[in-house]
T-cell receptor, first 114, second 115 residues
Framework: NAGVTQTPKFQVLKTGQSMTLQCAQD?????MSWYRQDPGMGLRLIHY???????DQGEVPNGYNVSRSTTEDFPLRLLSAAPSQTSVYFC?????????????FGPGTRLTVT | AQKVTQAQTEISVVEKEDVTLDCVYE???????LFWYKQPPSGELVFLIR??????QNEISGRYSWNFQKSTSSFNFTITASQVVDSAVYFC????????????FGKGTLLTVNP
């Protein structure tokens, strides 16, 4: 199993550009989430999904769109990048069974918006 | 709203010292989970433990131990005989409604273990 994969690892954008951060998991997990990590702020939930076709907003959803057409993929779209979106983005997945205790995190994407 | 407070921003210790990382949480849920994650300098997030709100037993795993006290809404983490490899940012997190997928994180504590 590859676990949770994220691409790209690094990205530099200019203000106003759009891009999609990719996230995929091969563990057949129903739940997937996107977090952003800013210095001194911990991780904050952007959007999450409880299954294909179902998404919802987290704590900091503004400026981001998501969709979940398959169980495996959960892309995060920035429609018009802003410097305030400079951050490290983590994707995570977890199964519906609470017998599995953890969320599995991807390696992260470091995004810089100039 | 849920909240997790890690009041210690940075801690520096000398190798072999014991160190406790504090975590205080707020929630209105009666069912919830508490987590600790480690983020080493390489940047990945490493799961350490999950504890549910109905289980106040302390847990020990090697040099790591966790003390959960509902009366004070705290879930503290102690590293015994710290090692340089323990140097990392440690995050405490709280899940909503007993889920595993909507975590509220604290701001993290940077632990530096000096040789």
């Amino acid at each position: 199993n590859a676990g949770v994969t994220q691409t790209p690892k690094f990205q530099v954008l200019k203000t106003g550009q759009s891009m999609t951060l990719q996230c995929a998991q091969d563990m057949n997990h129903e739940y997937m989430s996107w977090y952003r990590q800013d210095p001194g702020m911990g991780l904050r939930l952007i959007h999450y999904s409880v299954g294909a076709g179902i998404t919802d907003q987290g704590e900091v959803p503004n400026g981001y769109n998501v969709s979940r057409s398959t169980t495996e993929d959960f892309p995060l779209r920035l429609l018009s990048a802003a410097p305030s979106q400079t951050s490290v983005y983590f994707c995570a997945s977890s199964p519906t069974s609470l017998l599995v205790p953890e969320q599995y995190f991807g390696p992260g994407t470091r995004l810089t918006v100039t | 709203a849920q909240k997790v407070t890690q009041a210690q921003t940075e801690i520096s210790v000398v190798e072999k010292e014991d160190v406790t990382l504090d975590c205080v949480y707020e929630t209105r849920d009666t069912t919830y989970y508490l987590f600790w994650y480690k983020q080493p300098p390489s940047g990945e997030l490493v799961f350490l433990i999950r504890r549910n709100s109905f289980d106040e037993q302390n847990e020990i795993s090697g040099r790591y131990s966790w003390n959960f006290q509902k009366s004070t809404s705290s879930f503290n983490f102690t590293i015994t005989a710290s090692q340089v490899v323990d140097s990392a940012v440690y995050f405490c997190a709280l899940s909503e409604g007993g889920s595993n997928y909507k975590l509220t994180f604290g701001k993290g504590t940077l632990l530096t273990v000096n040789p």
